[in-house]
């Protein structure tokens, strides 16, 4: 009965973003955002399956990211989706999550 669910150390080194993110699915983020900020790698978000994303999801990543800055920690947003570029050009918050318009594909 293999039924358990993987360590996050082993499955979770990078943050996969919901389909849709929302205020719902932002406080599960919060938490693995802490768990991973116990780490000394980079944080690496995977927005690859991005399709929306809300206001809570978005204002957390801005905290993620400075938090990360100031601890001397890394932090990525990889692959974007077009979607996830879209809102986050719109709402003017590329800089302040660190969004590299040389990683959409």
Do not use: Y
Request: hydrophobic share 45%.
């Amino acid at each position: 009965m293999d039924s358990t669910l993987p360590l996050p150390e082993a499955e979770d080194r990078s943050l996969r973003l919901p389909a849709h993110g929302t205020t719902v699915t932002a406080e599960d983020l919060r938490v693995r955002f802490v768990l991973a900020a116990d780490l000394d790698d980079t944080i690496e978000v995977d927005a690859s399956e991005v399709e929306s994303v809300g206001q809570a999801v978005l204002q957390l990543l801005v905290a993620a990211r400075n938090e990360a800055m100031a601890n001397g920690q890394g932090f990525r947003i990889a692959n974007p989706s077009q979607a996830f570029v879209n809102r986050v050009n719109s709402c003017r918050l590329a800089d302040a999550i660190g969004l590299d318009s040389g990683d959409v594909q």
